[in-house]
């Protein structure tokens, strides 16, 4: 028991450490397109409430069936039932209408947000010393922030559209279900509280997995590009390493395969066992619901209202869940693209930099076996290097070739 409550308090800890991610990543999202966010938020507010006034609707039109067919038919209570016919298709076509303005306005936003972040990695990039280039840290950060930041922002930013959009209908409905039977609420929250197990513990295993994959994925692109560009072609038949390539990025990409395969494979039974165990309690909760109608004790209206709010809160909560797992999951790998961003250059320009023109310079710039590695760097950057500028020409270098970049 202990032990349980000791991993509890890590992943809770885990979740809290992500909360500075998410809200820079929502600062990005603010920055690139402010109008369109306000517009954005009021929209799904807007949209959040209308599956509320179709279920209120829906045991008005129920209710308003029973006593006409109760009465005969007749046109009072007719018109009742048509005008509560009307007012649904009405509150249907409004919200298919905000609907479509907020996937529209998401493609919007989703084009200035990507811009914004791709404009924030280039002026990174240019910065950053020529050292960092010669580091395989580097490229990780770079491999990372790059895979990454083309579509996290944005799926971060639909993340939190959902789950505002999501938690202002649960919150109406749960008052619904509150005002006929407290104890419904309940059985609701607790019936997900095992998938939210679910969402959270896998999206920290597979966010720990593909921190570890990042050098074998840079490997698999690194032989992706010898065997399909056409700077390697030549060299690719002089030298017949195409098999030889193609085999190693075979033998790479189905290592990453099957470590894939059996994670998605644990995650699919933790989330079947999950499942079972809301049906159960979903299952109690409407037998209570059909044993309380069967008594009279609930109208028709009354029970249409309770299975709509009950059957709608389920699917609600899933979507919440599926929602807060996405969102834990976009923070977490947007901490690639801000680690990257934190990256701070050692060389700067001097407070007061002042031009000087020495005499010699005028004249001719020389190197010779010049031999030079970056600090904490194990390769030579430059190996026996000769270089001779003379004034008006173009530089002749006899400069031994260095090692390639590390991978």
Do not use: C
């Amino acid at each position: 028991m202990p032990k349980t409550a000791a991993v509890v308090k890590q992943k809770v800890r885990r979740v809290m450490g992500q909360l500075p991610w998410l809200a820079r990543g929502l600062l990005l999202a603010w920055q690139a397109s402010r109008p369109w966010t306000i517009t954005w938020v009021v929209l799904l507010v807007f949209e959040g409430v209308i599956p509320v006034g179709l279920v209120y609707l829906a045991k008005l039109l129920v209710d308003a069936l029973v006593v006409a067919v109760k009465s005969g038919s007749t046109w009072p209570q007719v018109r009742s039932v048509l005008i509560v016919v009307v007012a649904l298709a009405g509150l249907t076509l409004l919200g298919e209408v905000v609907r479509r303005a907020i996937v529209w306005i998401r493609a919007v936003q989703a084009e200035l947000v990507q811009d914004h972040i791709n404009d924030l990695i280039h002026t990174k990039s240019i910065d950053a010393d020529l050292a960092f280039y010669e580091f395989p840290d580097y490229y990780d950060h770079l491999h990372r922030a790059r895979s990454e930041a083309t579509f996290r922002p944005v799926a971060l930013l639909e993340n939190v559209g959902s789950l505002l959009q999501n938690s202002v209908t649960l919150l109406a409905m749960g008052a619904l279900l509150v005002l006929l039977g407290p104890w419904l609420a309940a059985a609701l929250f607790v019936s997900v509280i095992p998938a939210l197990w679910v969402v959270v513990h896998f999206n920290i295993v597979n966010y720990q997995w593909r921190q570890r994959i990042t050098e074998d994925e840079r490997r698999a692109w690194y032989y992706d590009s010898l065997l399909t560009q056409g700077q390697s072609a030549a060299e690719l038949r002089l030298f017949a390493l195409g098999d030889h390539f193609r085999a190693t990025y075979r033998a790479l990409r189905a290592r990453l395969r099957n470590e894939r395969a059996a994670l998605l494979r644990r995650e699919s039974i933790a989330e079947l066992g999950a499942t079972i165990l809301a049906m159960v309690i979903t299952g109690a909760a409407l037998t209570w619901i059909v044993w309380r109608a069967a008594r009279g004790l609930v109208t028709l209206g009354e029970l249409a209202l309770i299975y709509g709010a009950f059957n709608q809160g389920q699917r609600l909560l899933r979507s919440l869940l599926e929602s807060v797992g996405q969102l834990y999951s976009n923070s977490l790998f947007l901490g690639n693209l801000f680690e990257f961003l934190a990256l701070e250059p050692k060389v700067v320009e001097p407070a007061a930099a002042q031009a000087r023109v020495v005499d010699d310079l005028r004249r001719e710039i020389s190197f010779a076996a010049v031999t030079f590695r970056y600090p904490e760097g194990e390769r030579k950057a430059l190996d026996n290097f000769d270089l001779k500028i003379r004034a008006g020409q173009i530089p002749q270098s006899s400069a031994q070739t260095a090692p390639a970049r590390p991978l």
